[in-house]
Every structure is written in C-alpha cells, then in structure tokens.
C-alpha cells in the first residue's frame, strides 16, 4: 500500500468546463470522465471546489466562498424518452464536509443546453448552424425536465447579445428557460400541506403565518413586516441582524417538518438546502445593491430569499420561479403582496436586491386543485475557462 501511494500522481485532471449560468457560476463535468460508483464522486466535487474551508473562502479550489458560486454540474446521456440529457446539480457547502443533491440550481441550468451543443451532445443540424437549438434537459434532483432554447452561431451557443439580468455585468445572448410541471419538485405535492397558508408555531418565535409551496424547489413564505423587516434591507445588512436570522431558521426548520422533508427539526436543521425560505412586501421603493434608486412602481412585489443560512444577494432562478407560482395562488402570502392584475399569466416582476427578475408561471385551480403548469425565465450564460481541474490524490482516493 505504502509503495502504492508512493507511484500514484500527487493530483489527478479531470477534463472540466468551468461557467457562468445566469448568477451562478459551476464547474461543469462529463458523467464519462467520473468515477462509475457515485459515492466517489463527493471527495472529488469537494476537492473540487475547494471545501470545507473553515475560513469560508474556498481558495484551494474553484469556489468563491458563496453559494451562488460553489457548484458542480454533471451532463451524461439522457435516461428518459422526452428528454436529450440528464443533468445532476451538487450543492457543495463551505465550511461543511458534505455535498447537497436535494434540489436544482435554475441559473446553471441556463448553461447546461449551451454545453451540451458546444460539447456535442446535441447535434445541430447544418441548416439550423445560426438559428435557434431547443435542448431537452432532465433534472435528475428534481424528475423535472426544463426546455432551453438559445440563438446558434456557426452551430455553437451565441454569447453576445443585448440582455441584461440583474447581478451580472454587460450583457448577453438570451436563453430562454422552460420548467414544465414544476410543481412537487422535492415533496410530489405543489402544496406540500394541502393549504395554501398554514400558522406554525415556532419555538423561539411564536405563532406565525406561512405560505408552503413546492415548485420547481421547495419554499417557505413570509411576510417581511413578520418577521421585523422592511423587505428593502441590503442582504449584509440583513445577515448582521442575530435576531432575524435565528427567526429564520428556526421557521425553515419548522416549515421542513411541516412539508415532509425531514422528519423533525433537528434533522432539519441539517438539511439546509430544502426549503429555502422567502420573504415579502407589497411594492416599495428601494435601493439596488449597486447604490441605484428604484421605484415601487417597476415591480409587482418586494421578495427576497434566505438560502443556506445566507441571505441572497439576488435571487435563486429556482425560488424566483416558486414565488411566480405562489404570487398565482390565492389566498398565499404572496399572493396577498402581489400588485393586483386581471391577467393570470402576466410575468411577475420581483424586485430584489440586484434590480428586478421577471418570472413567467401559468398556474390553474381546477376541480378545487392547484397545478402549476409551467414557469419560465430569461438568462444569460458564458463559458469561462476549458480544460482540466486539478484535483488532490490524497483526497480524492484510498490511501
């Protein structure tokens, strides 16, 4: 064994593409260029990235110390009929010994068809080189499939363009992103409890109103004013405020429970990825993170997200959907926040911390039952950087 660790190479290249989908940024794989068993596949994302990190910077590897910007994503051939390829998300946590396989990530999915056509796992038609790719992409995480549907240059992704998201500098090619039947994404239920707002009682915090919905990720809704908030604070701002951030908590914890997600709030406290929690206001005025005065009336509500213990610096695609689909259902509290309108499937503009995200849901209430039929969104992507990551051999295998 000894003369064994001794021959094998300190690091180990895995063939990799590093990209920004939407506010997200991730390490991109081959499932072919993994291991077969599964379970090594966490010591190398780890390694990977560059967790855990006690310091929370992940620089020994590609992650930024934020969850926006420490991912990993895995395309392999397809396992389903309706489906071109599957597409597995990792979650990988700073400071924790651990990857997260429990939910999506809705900005990487706006990178995951572009790979696929530059990688040739799609093949593009001659005669299609410079129009439109449609990419079929199965969610392993959630069972879900998502349409992506990109403008072609020379039969690859298009970069270039003259959209403009939220948290991201200049501008890009737009990818359109389709999440069909989103609902019951991590519980099978689009209203894990049956009704459309619930009264927990939480240790620590008392009785408070929710709103439990499961669409594309699962998510617990309340109202900013609730919880002692405004809904305009700056993300740090929010952080540096104990006192809210425990009342979170221990709400997510209790919503988990109540979902079905885990099985008490110990267990949840663990299990952090799922649901995040969101919370609203009516329209207001407020100030980007960028120091730009926007007014109440660019949007249709105020929403934030917390998300792993952290509050979000924009907005997760995939929360951003579920509260589309919430801001649907009447009777929610995000409903009861939404700027009024006759239209069901007008776009929801939310304003967040970055500036304003606009979500598109097609929500229906038939023979009594709630069904969200869709959502969909407008991103960017980019492909950053190509080649290999170097990875640790003593992390990575058996001594």
């Not at 900005?107 to 080189?129: I, K, Q």
């Not at 104990?242 to 009342?247: G, I, L, Q």
């Amino acid at each position: 064994m000894a003369q064994h660790a001794a021959q094998r190479p300190p690091q180990l290249r895995i063939p990799a593409v590093f990209m920004r989908g939407g506010t997200a940024n991730a390490v991109v794989f081959h499932q072919k260029d993994l291991p077969a068993d599964r379970k090594q596949w966490d010591a190398i994302f780890l390694a990977a990235i560059g967790s855990p990190d006690p310091y929370g910077r992940q620089l020994d590897g590609m992650g930024g110390g934020y969850t926006a910007v420490s991912k990993v994503c895995v395309i392999g051939p397809s396992t389903r009929d309706d489906a071109d390829i599957d597409y597995t998300f990792a979650q990988i946590p700073i400071k924790e010994l651990r990857v997260e396989y429990a939910a999506n990530c809705g900005n990487m999915s706006a990178a995951m068809g572009p790979f696929a056509v530059d990688e040739g796992l799609v093949p593009v038609r001659e005669a299609d080189a410079n129009g439109e790719a449609l990419v079929r992409i199965h969610n392993t995480n959630t069972k879900k499939v998502i349409h992506a549907r990109f403008p072609l240059v020379n039969g690859v992704a298009a970069v270039d363009g003259d959209l403009e998201i939220p948290g991201v500098g200049g501008t890009g090619a737009p990818v359109r992103l389709e999440f069909l039947s989103p609902g019951g994404a991590a519980t099978g239920k689009l209203l894990p409890t049956g009704n459309v707002r619930d009264t927990l009682d939480v240790p620590d915090v008392g009785k408070i109103e929710v709103s439990m919905i499961d669409a594309a990720n699962p998510c617990v809704f309340v109202r900013a004013r609730d919880v002692g908030l405004q809904g305009t604070e700056q993300p740090a701002d929010v952080e540096a405020r104990a006192d809210v951030m425990a009342k979170f908590a221990a709400i997510r914890c209790a919503a988990s429970v109540a979902m079905g997600i885990t099985r008490d709030v110990n267990e949840a406290a663990t299990r952090m990825t799922n649901p995040s929690i969101g919370y609203v206001a009516p329209p207001q005025d407020w100030t980007l993170s960028s120091g730009e005065r926007r007014n109440a009336s660019d949007i249709d509500i105020t929403g934030r997200m917390i998300a792993r213990g952290q509050a979000h610096r924009d907005m997760p695609l995939t929360r951003s959907l579920c509260m589309a689909v919430a801001s649907r259902i009447k009777g929610t509290i995000v409903h009861e926040a939404t700027r009024a309108t006759d239209n069901p499937d007008a776009e929801l503009r939310i304003g967040m911390p970055a500036g304003v995200i606009t979500a598109a849901a097609e929500v229906r209430l038939t023979g009594g039952q709630w069904t969200a039929l869709r959502g969909s969104f407008l991103r960017t992507q980019r492909r950053l950087f190509e080649g290999s990551v170097l990875v640790r051999a003593s992390q990575t295998l058996p001594a």
